[in-house]
């Protein structure tokens, strides 16, 4: 703490968000919305497979489904020959074959009943109504089987975690049209001064437009939040404390503009200290001094300057800290985010094909996935970044230090350093 | 070009982006909407300022207003002696006093008519009615004068600017209501496969639900746009042309899913040819290579794998550069990204403070703003970014290299290499 002009004592940013954190605030509660709708919210449940995935065995390849046991010995010299009895295309439900059969299918088709591996197009060939096949199959050979990605009642995605794009598309493989959420924080903020004037009203000599509100309501929604505009209180004491209580019951935040500085007109900490706990009152940061923090029936509220740079200094260093203690959940990292790290595994590339690799980031490390054949839908949730293999080059070696884009945000229920808004990177 | 299975030829990323940025596509609408619904849009006119800034001339200190002239020759040990005639607090009209008055003032109150400058609070002894004077001001010191940040008429915003939640303050803050920005482009989302089901329907052996489609409404929605689902559409030429034929009337952008390929069930491409024009099909990318783009009736079609890495691939490198050629703004760098400059001048901080000091960013320098006294408002729009130091420093140097953190994202109308984009960092 340190004394200065105006405040007997000022809090470090590191004793203000601690005494955030360590604040006594309601969680927010949850609801259900469409899934196109949970986008960017936090996933309020643990979300578990529905039915298996694939939910039928299918073919991994074009070619040809046959009865693996009708291949064996099978070579160019010496072809198997098996009987044409149909197609099962994509989407089309499978057809019967007995031994000695094969039947044409897709990637993705479903697998005909009798067979039990596929033969690549590539080691066969159609001759009317015979197929010669040049390579044995093992049972199973090119068949991703009922279950293989994902097995019913699996967990897919945890709670607290932030849904992006591919986790909705995961939700609709799935089956889920609705998901619970946390709720979006209601914000309402109150700006306060005799200058103010309402957007619209008619200019006077010595007033201003309010327009910090303005600002405010943008930036809140910028965070995920439902913001509410308040309007304008007067400095008097008796309008104040209507004003923030009715804020306080209405919104899960409350944010008040202006009044925070010592002046006789600065009322606004000496109002919630009569209806709740002023956490502090004055911080170490320049410009935004006169910031304040209190809490009211278990519900925050920031008070923040006048002054337009101040009341968004004070905002930007403050607010995440508000939201991640009221939805448990801190955001490390975020989606779009470069990163650099160091490979687990080499990964190979093709020259002249700009090669996307979806990796699993951790601590400063990257995991390459495997992604041949199936466990498209496991990998897909466990990846949280792509590494970009340029097409000059034939791969990245293990070891080596890559960019890696993030693909969802990193978060944390845990304890992690103050660094983790751009705000706060020093 | 390179020759490979399937594909007679594909596009390079780089002539790709290139096919797309030289396609002939309409540009995009405006529309008015209300200043708080304007956050994150472009703004589609230069905004000028409707009234001088400040809009009357006001006390830049607290302190008591005085005839200047009246205070020429006073010191501690000779103080002018004024009488002290009343107070204007902010937000209240100016009151009159002659020569020989003096009147209490806060920052931001009118000055009193009749009043050319302010003594600061610490100069000056209040004793009943008189006030003593022990510094003499120069006139207009301590004092804003009308119109001395912004001029009426002045263009404070440019077209074209992505705007931010401090411009929101400054539309507020200069009367602006409404305000016009470009159209939020409509992108319809078509999927295509006979193996699709509908969410919501029962599942069937042999098919899936369509979850690609839910995935980019998401990631459309990311991108500022105005997502909106066609629905399934069978692999049929002329289903598919109906489907498309709609799309492009109502959309800005269309997305197709599925049925690039060079199957036989892959009629997308074949049918966008038939009814437009096809820039190119098959890109030197993987997973994605089977991604095409094309042009029907002026409006951009972007045909996207049906496998769920493919697609999210394909989109996110090329639908920004779609965007870019649409509203003609290509965004470099994104507000919150943090980048490393060096600093024009030195900045100052005081020890235990931590200090946030705006810059404008440009080309890999950083040029701290002057924002003493007036100038607020100017200050706000030329900063595009915020260089914090830490407690535990006093200043940066002139030729220091900090980080800076955005606070508008950076555009460019002009070209700018292609890797403006995180997927296309390398």
Request: glycine fraction near 8%; charge should be positive; proline fraction near 5%.
């Given at each position: 703490m340190v004394r200065m002009r105006g405040f007997k004592e000022r809090?470090?940013?590191?004793?203000?968000?601690?005494?955030?954190?360590?604040?006594?605030?309601?969680?927010?509660?949850?609801?259900?919305?469409?899934?196109v709708d949970a986008c960017g919210r936090i996933l309020a449940e643990d979300v578990t497979a529905r039915y298996d995935v694939p939910h039928f065995d299918?073919?991994?390849?074009?070619?040809?489904?046959?009865?693996?046991?009708?291949?064996?010995?099978?070579?160019?010299?010496?072809?198997?020959?098996?009987?044409?009895?149909?197609?099962?295309?994509?989407g089309e439900k499978p057809v019967e074959m007995g031994k000695g059969g094969?039947?044409?299918?897709?990637?993705?088709?479903?697998?005909?009943?009798?067979a039990n591996a596929v033969v690549m197009l590539e080691y066969a060939k159609e001759l009317d109504s015979f197929v010669e096949i040049y390579r044995?199959?093992?049972?199973?050979?090119?068949?991703?089987?009922?279950?293989?990605?994902?097995?019913?009642?699996?967990?897919?995605?945890?709670?607290?975690?932030?849904?992006?794009?591919?986790?909705?598309?995961?939700l609709a493989s799935l089956g889920y049209e609705r998901?619970?959420?946390?709720?979006?924080?209601?914000?309402?903020?109150?700006s306060t001064g005799n200058e103010l004037l309402k957007l619209g009203e008619e200019l006077e000599v010595g007033k201003v437009v309010?327009?910090?509100?303005?600002?405010?309501?943008?930036?809140?929604?910028?965070?995920?939040?439902?913001?509410?505009?308040?309007?304008?209180?007067?400095?008097?004491?008796?309008?104040?404390?209507n004003a923030i209580e009715e804020a306080i019951e209405i919104g899960d935040i409350v944010i008040t503009i202006g009044g925070t500085s010592v002046g006789k007109r600065d009322l606004v900490p000496e109002v919630v200290k009569s209806v709740g706990r002023i956490m502090f009152h004055g911080i170490s940061i320049k410009p935004g001094m006169p910031t304040a923090f209190g809490v009211i029936d278990g519900k925050p509220i920031l008070m923040l300057s006048g002054f337009p740079v101040a009341c968004l200094v004070g905002f930007e260093?403050?607010?995440?800290?508000?939201?991640?203690?009221?939805?448990?959940?801190?955001i490390v990292k975020r989606r779009g985010e470069v990163v650099k790290a160091k490979l687990k595994r080499r990964i190979p590339s093709k020259a002249g094909v700009r090669t996307f690799v979806r990796v699993t980031y951790k601590d400063g490390f990257a995991e390459p996935l495997m992604t041949s054949g199936?466990?498209?839908?496991?990998?897909?949730?466990?990846?949280?970044?792509?590494?970009?293999?340029?097409?000059?080059k034939e791969g990245f070696e293990e070891g080596e230090v890559v960019d890696v884009v993030l693909i969802r945000d990193i978060v944390s229920s845990e304890d992690v350093p103050l660094s983790d808004h751009p705000y706060q990177r020093l």
């Open positions: 809090a470090s940013v590191q004793d203000a968000v601690r005494s955030i954190e360590r604040s006594n605030l309601r969680r927010l509660g949850c609801e259900f919305v469409d899934i299918r073919s991994a390849v074009d070619g040809y489904a046959v009865f693996a046991e009708d291949t064996f010995g099978a070579s160019q010299n010496n072809p198997a020959i098996l009987k044409l009895v149909g197609e099962v295309e994509m094969a039947v044409k299918v897709s990637t993705g088709s479903a697998l005909p009943k009798g044995p199959v093992a049972p199973f050979e090119n068949v991703s089987k009922r279950g293989e990605d994902v097995k019913a009642g699996d967990i897919v995605l945890k709670r607290g975690e932030i849904l992006q794009p591919q986790d909705i598309g995961i998901i619970k959420v946390l709720r979006k924080p209601k914000v309402v903020i109150i309010d327009s910090n509100s303005y600002m405010l309501f943008c930036a809140v929604r910028f965070y995920g939040c439902e913001p509410m505009l308040y309007g304008i209180v007067k400095d008097r004491f008796e309008d104040l404390r260093l403050l607010f995440p800290h508000i939201l991640s203690k009221l939805t448990g959940v801190r199936s466990g498209i839908l496991t990998s897909t949730i466990k990846a949280n970044g792509i590494v970009v293999i340029p097409e000059c």
